[in-house]
């Protein structure tokens, strides 16, 4: 995995972080910011949907190096795990929209990762 790949996938995951801090400290929600890292989130989105389009990002390259791979996708099962636990305790904040942004990345990635 390249550097500007493995950055993408870090600030893809920047308005999960955002949600996830404002939902546990309910004193630090502020909208503007939420909505700027998901702005962030949905550009570095873009930016990996469209390597995957052209076939620079794949799961060969994802899991090329197992090292890289299985803390990549323990990080990813956690936090998922603890935003699916403020969601059933109704904490999340911007539930809905940080789960749409959750499932249409998700997609797009179903759809757009290939092998090389």
């Known amino acids: 995995m390249n550097t500007r790949i493995f950055v993408a996938e870090l600030l893809q995951d920047l308005p999960l972080w955002v949600a996830l801090v404002m939902s546990i400290y309910p004193e630090t929600q502020n909208e503007n910011i939420f909505y700027i890292s998901l702005g962030i989130g949905t550009g570095a989105t873009l ?3 469209k390597e995957m389009k052209r076939g620079e990002y ?3 390259t994802l899991f090329n190096k197992p090292s890289e791979a299985v803390p990549f996708l323990i ?3 956690l936090l998922l795990m ?3 636990v403020l969601t059933f ?3 999340l904040y911007m539930g809905s ?3 749409i942004y959750i499932v249409a990345g998700s997609i797009g990635e179903i759809f ?3 092998r090389k």
């Open 75 to 77: 990080y990813s099962f």
């Open 112 to 114: 757009l990762m290939k």
């Open 58 to 60: 794949s799961f060969e």
């Open 89 to 91: 305790q109704d904490r």
């Open 82 to 84: 603890i935003l699916i």
């Open 97 to 99: 929209l940080l789960w």
């Open 47 to 49: 930016f990996l949907l």
